[in-house]
């Protein structure tokens, strides 16, 4: 069964340095990857996603996300943080399906809460 | 363009009493799907539908109901409130070909007593 890992509960970043946010997944295929972000009282928002191409994929606000297939990872990073990044990011991997067309489901990590401190 | 529209926003049921969350989209959307997000656990898909009249389980389905009468509109249901479905529901959608990401509501706040 697919699945996701985010093995960070939280991380914590001070203003203008390089962040990382984790994620691994296991599929039985090539997976479709997503990132999206929640910010408080609000739905969840998409930042980027990984079909198939280059491993490093470019999304809103300054973020990108590198595929790793070895390490099955797909982890989201931004150069240089803002305080008004800090917020819950989650990935989430949808199942190519057992014949390489994708299926409906669209299974979610745990959730990263990103601070980042002024 | 409105979106993704869920209402209530918030809600407090009694253990036993039943209750309809609403979802509605004005994108033409075939995908819909309706989550649970509760703290350490992520979202946990409930349903979810590929079209009007086609609906299918997700992770947790158990205690909830939906039905797809119109692309718009993708309702859930709460036979019998308990505890457990204490939580904030979100509802996505998305269109139906290719890989496109979800649209989310903004959800709706449960609380069963």
């Known amino acids: 069964a697919q699945s996701v890992a985010q093995p960070e509960d939280q991380v914590n970043v001070a203003e203008g340095n390089p962040l990382t946010v984790k994620c691994t997944y296991s599929v039985s295929g090539n997976p479709y990857l997503f990132w999206y972000v929640q910010y408080p009282n609000r739905g969840l928002q998409f930042l980027l996603k990984y079909i198939t191409g280059d491993n490093l994929v470019k999304g809103s606000y300054g973020f990108e996300a590198e595929f790793n297939k070895s390490q099955t990872s797909f982890h989201l990073k931004k150069p240089s943080a803002l305080v008004s990044d800090s917020a819950l990011y989650f990935c989430a991997v949808r199942d190519p399906g057992e014949y390489g067309g994708a299926t409906n489901k669209l299974i979610f990590g745990t959730g990263t809460l990103l601070a980042v401190q002024p | 363009n409105a979106g993704v529209t869920q209402t209530p926003k918030f809600q407090v049921l009694k253990t036993g009493q039943s209750m309809t969350l609403q979802c509605a989209q004005d994108m033409n959307h075939e995908y819909m799907s309706w989550y649970r997000q509760d703290p350490g656990m992520g979202l946990r898909l409930i349903h979810y539908s590929v079209g009007a009249g086609i609906t299918d389980q997700g992770e947790v389905p158990n205690g909830y109901n939906v039905s797809r009468s119109t692309t718009e509109d993708f309702p859930l249901r709460l036979l019998s409130a308990a505890p457990s479905q204490t939580s904030v529901y979100f509802c996505?959608?998305?269109?139906?070909?290719?890989?496109?990401?979800?649209?989310f509501g903004n959800g709706t706040r449960l609380t069963v007593t």
């Open positions: 996505a959608s998305r269109p139906g070909q290719g890989v496109s990401p979800l649209h």
